[in-house]
């Protein structure tokens, strides 16, 4: 198969699923420019791919990669932006209203939960809970061990749960 019809078939299958990662993990503003920027180094380095992960795994390390480069750019213009009278006067990480109306009351307390956790919790609660992969899986997109993996979902429930307000104990 051409390289130009395996990444248009994991594009099908798998960008909805590095979409919402990117979207809990940067925001909705930058969610579908970074989406189109996996896919493209995802093509640029398909010789690079071996074929020991599964396909998705390796696109959400890509994913991951390209969100962590994204945030230190955004720590880096930080002081741009603060400059008065830029032509620019932008939320950077924010939600708009528009976005904000489009999330309902839970899934909104939830995002910003997660925004006010450590980024390792906030990664691992993404790709185990929320976009359900295996420990395996999980630790093959962070590149960490399986023990590490499990360890560190166990405190990052716990770490959402305080940052929830322990809300989800009283469901239980």
């Given amino acids: 198969m051409s390289d130009k019809k395996v990444i248009s078939a994991w594009f099908h299958q798998y960008s909805d699923d590095i979409y919402h990662y990117l979207i809990y993990r940067i925001g909705y503003q930058e969610a579908e420019d970074l989406l189109q920027e996996v896919f493209i180094r995802a093509w640029n380095n398909l010789d690079s791919y071996q074929g020991d992960a599964n396909p998705k795994t390796w696109l959400l390390s890509i994913a991951r990669n390209i969100a962590i480069d ?9 002081w741009k932006k603060m400059i008065p009278f830029e032509g620019k ?3 950077s990480g924010k939600d708009t209203p528009e976005s904000a ?4 009351e839970e ?3 939830i995002y910003h939960a997660l925004r006010n956790i450590k980024v390792n919790y906030r990664e691992v609660l993404i ?4 976009q ?6 999980t630790a093959e997109a962070l590149n960490w061990s399986e023990n590490k993996v499990r360890l560190t979902y166990f405190r990052a429930k716990d770490a959402l749960k305080k940052e929830l307000g322990g809300g989800m104990d009283r469901e239980a």
Wanted: hydrophobic share 30%; aromatic share 6%; glycine share 4%.
């Fill in 70 to 78: 994204q945030f230190r750019n955004r720590k880096r213009s930080f």
């Fill in 89 to 91: 006067h932008e939320m």
């Fill in 101 to 104: 109306l489009q999330m309902n």
């Fill in 107 to 109: 899934k909104r307390e």
């Fill in 127 to 130: 790709l185990k809970g929320i």
């Fill in 132 to 137: 359900e992969l295996s420990v395996r899986e």
